[in-house]
């Protein structure tokens, strides 16, 4: 099934652009030839990323001990750059997710929709924060990860007082990745299926 064809159909779907958080630095452009696609439908498109986004640190070994600080995810990259892609069009892409009430919170939103990335749906938690996760770099260049994300804000975004099926519902497309799937309860991920499913005109199976 070609690209054009699931965002015309609202599957759930795999992030389908991969690309780091240096390329998204970088402000790279979309390539040429993802935007055709992008363009087949023949009305405007609701597409919504859901997931957790992190705020990054990196340097870790900068001399004057002052580390870097970025916001990332693999959902949020893919947002991000789609949004890039679309840029121009009538077409929109929001961002699903749970974050706190904290400024760490307040700049990640602020980011997001400096990327024209949409995040009204957004919920906040007055008892969560962000989850973090830093890069080491070892002598020969290799990155490895630490994550502190146990009690993530975005964990209980399908939570009491979380994302409703109406917020579901507003859009057309949903993507997500089983890194998202992985962060949720059992009970959540059922309550994700059936929130889409009931959605008017969704007759096409969940996939991820």
Known sequence: MGLAT???SGLVAKPFIFRSLRA???HQPCPESIVPPLSVPDRPLRIAFLGECMIELSDLAASDGRVAMGVAGDTLNGA????????????SVDYLTALGTDQLSDRMIAFMEGEGVGAGHIVRRTDRLPGIYAIELDEAGERSFRYWRSQSAARTMLDEG??????F???DVLVLSAITLAILSQGAR???VHARRAKEGA??????
């Open 6 to 8: 699931k965002l015309r």
């Open 80 to 91: 991000i750059y789609l949004s890039r892609c679309l840029s121009g069009t009538s077409h």
């Open 203 to 208: 007759a096409q199976p969940l996939r991820c």
């Open 24 to 26: 998204m630095r970088m």
């Open 169 to 171: 519902q507003a859009f």
């Open 190 to 192: 059922h309550r994700l």
């Open 162 to 167: 979380g994302l409703t099926d109406d917020a």
